[in-house]
């Protein structure tokens, strides 16, 4: 039976990957890569030559037809620009595809950004929520931090160098001042965690560069609704301040009927009697 491994490959240093991995890479007959230049470093380092292929978000329509035409005669590995396949990258189709033809999916362990910057952060683990890449849209990006605001478990983002003060300015805005953990390029020979308050993490990052993990306390008791009478409460305000700031009915009722799990009958109602 054909195999598909997940194979995590380095987030910046080259001797973070698995003996495991290493043999898989040598074994398989194709190996599936988002980014061919990067994992030509590492296979370089490695003095691997299995033959390569790119499979990314760009070619992936195409690209996963003929990568499960080269399963069905031997084993295939993908792997990421860096960290585990298919964690806010590209790969989910490819599993589905793989399945679909009775092939194995095996998983090959190792680096991955998010636990490594959730375990320098000093926050706790034992759960937390991981929103993937910030929408760069301002707006978006509003309303998902929005929806997350009174979760009291840790939250995990990924932002790029030129918006991550915006970032913090919104989560500043939308959570209110919280700690935060501001990891930067992990495992490379810059890297950094920064700890301390949005307001500080603006301070300190006035001309960022690299790659940012974020890891952000959850919400506090008294952040945090528990019962029907403080949801309606919460709710209420949180209604008034979107109106402030220029919200319309639609707008407001479909943000907090996701983040409360509310009607939007209900929600209606509270709007209706806000005015």
């Not at 989560?171 to 930067?184: N, S, T």
């Not at 301070?203 to 019962?227: D, K, M, Y």
């Not at 301040?241 to 996701?258: C, M, T, V």
Request: charged share 25%.
């Amino acid at each position: 039976m054909p195999t598909l491994y997940l194979v995590a490959t380095p987030i910046g240093n080259l001797e973070d990957i698995t003996l495991r991995a290493l043999r898989i890479l040598r074994e398989v007959t194709l190996i599936a890569a988002e980014d061919t230049r990067t994992t030509r470093k590492l296979l370089s380092h490695y003095d691997i030559h299995t033959p390569l292929t790119s499979y990314n978000d760009r070619n992936k329509r195409t690209k996963t037809s003929h990568i499960v035409e080269q399963l069905e005669r031997g084993d295939v590995a993908l792997v990421s620009e860096a960290g585990t396949p298919t964690i806010s990258d590209p790969g989910q189709d490819l599993v589905t595809a793989a399945y679909a033809i009775g092939a194995q999916v095996v998983p090959v362990p190792g680096p991955s950004v998010v636990t490594a910057a959730l375990t320098a952060s000093g926050l706790p683990t034992r759960t937390f929520t991981y929103l993937g890449f910030l929408p760069r849209q301002p707006g978006a990006r509003r309303r998902l931090l929005r929806s997350v605001a009174t979760r009291p478990d840790t939250l995990v983002a990924f932002e790029a160098p030129h918006r991550i003060r915006d970032s913090l300015v919104d989560m500043q805005q939308e959570l209110g001042e919280r700690f935060v953990a501001v990891c930067r390029e992990l495992t490379k020979l810059h890297e950094e965690v920064f700890r301390g308050s949005f307001t500080e993490a603006l301070a300190h990052f006035s001309e960022p560069r690299g790659e940012f993990t974020l890891v952000i306390a959850g919400a506090e008791p008294s952040q945090r609704p528990n019962s029907g009478s403080d949801v309606e409460a919460t709710v209420r305000q949180e209604m008034r301040r979107l109106k402030k700031r220029g919200a319309g009915a639609q707008e407001a009722i479909s943000s907090l009927s996701r983040q409360y799990g509310l009607s939007r009958r209900q929600l209606y109602q509270l709007w209706l009697s806000l005015e």
